[in-house]
């Protein structure tokens, strides 16, 4: 089932890329006395992380448009999954989601994927802050901040650095502006047909109608299996609204809209070409 969705905190809306939605699965997670494997920034670089800290999930929060690689920590649950019996939500890139369903055991654990533009190739962030860091050392990076709101657009491009010495960067950037045009995009995302792995989906509702809307994030959440389902509509805190077919009509929409039920019905191989060209 879909969703149109966000948090009803409005501190982790701000902290969060689209509607809040993680850090309300993640924090029920928690409560329940399981662990929650995401990913979050150390430096300039993104990690995936195992933990129970709620400060370490406030981490997680935001999207990082920069490659981290799950297999260390995959392998890592892998091993402990002999012996820690409680649950755990693995939250990730669709083919990060689908490498765990390939190598763990997945009884006990909530998966849960995001919708995904694909990757920038390895390398293109490090050169890119050499270049506009000036020998300057990075104290803390953010993309897509929401100081500016989150429905006006411009939010994707925007990448928010501060410097040890008080200097901060925020602008809407190249770096970003490249990705979202795909100049920058790894050849394996262009050719990528992996959605929807987890048992609960994630992204952005950008377009939704103006009366649904939260301006402040909303998300798009599939619930793709009975446990997802059960999981997700459960948590009091987020507003929800169920969505039989996408409210906002232009020609674009449509077809994203009919690529979506055709893959949902398995029809989605001769299709990649036209993913390419409207990936979401
Ligand atoms: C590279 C990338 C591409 C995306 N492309 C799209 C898209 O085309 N369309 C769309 O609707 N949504 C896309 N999203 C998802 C969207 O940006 C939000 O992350 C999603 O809507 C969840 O938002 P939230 O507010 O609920 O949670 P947030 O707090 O914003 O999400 C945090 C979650 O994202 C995970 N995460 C962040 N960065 C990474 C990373 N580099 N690798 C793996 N996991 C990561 C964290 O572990 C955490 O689970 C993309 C996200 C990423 C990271
Ligand atoms: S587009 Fe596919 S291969 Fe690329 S990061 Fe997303 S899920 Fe992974």
């Known amino acids: 089932m879909r969703y149109l969705a966000y948090s009803n905190d409005q501190d982790n809306l701000y902290h969060s890329s689209s509607g809040g939605i993680f850090y309300e699965l993640a924090t029920k997670m928690i409560n329940k006395g399981g662990m929650v494997a995401g990913v979050i920034m150390d430096g300039t670089q993104a990690y995936y992380v195992l933990t129970s800290d709620s400060e370490v999930i406030k981490k997680m929060r935001g999207s990082k448009y920069i490659p981290s690689n799950p297999y260390p920590l995959i ?10 019996k ?12 689908n490498l765990f369903k390939r190598k763990c055991n997945c009884a006990n654990t909530i998966l849960v ?22 020998g300057r050392t990075i104290q803390n990076i953010r993309f897509r901040d929401k100081s500016a709101g989150w429905d006006t657009g411009a939010i994707s491009k925007s990448l928010m650095i501060t410097y040890n010495n008080g200097d901060t960067y925020d602008k809407y950037d190249t770096y970003m502006e490249e990705y979202m045009k ?18 609960i989906t994630i992204g952005d509702y950008w377009n939704a109608p103006p009366r ?6 909303t998300s798009i959440v599939h619930t793709n299996t009975p446990q997802g389902h059960h999981y997700f509509s459960a948590i009091p805190t987020i ?20 690529y979506q039920k055709m893959n ?13 060209t409207i990936k979401p």
């Open 75 to 84: 392998y890592h649950i892998q091993k402990i999954r002999k012996s820690y």
């Open 212 to 217: 649904y809307i939260n301006t402040k994030g």
């Open 264 to 276: 949902e019905a398995g029809m989605n191989r001769p299709l990649r070409i036209l993913r390419k």
């Open 239 to 258: 507003t929800k609204k169920r969505i039989y077919f996408y409210h906002h009509l232009n020609t674009k929409n449509i077809i994203t809209c009919l």
């Open 182 to 199: 795909n100049i920058t995009l790894r050849e394996s995302c262009k050719k990528c047909i992996l959605q929807r792995q987890g048992d």
């Open 113 to 134: 994927d995001l919708r995904c533009h694909g990757l920038p190739k390895k390398g293109v962030f490090e050169k890119h802050l050499a270049r506009i860091s000036k």
């Open 86 to 97: 409680e649950p755990i939500l693995f939250t990730g890139l669709p083919c990060h989601i």
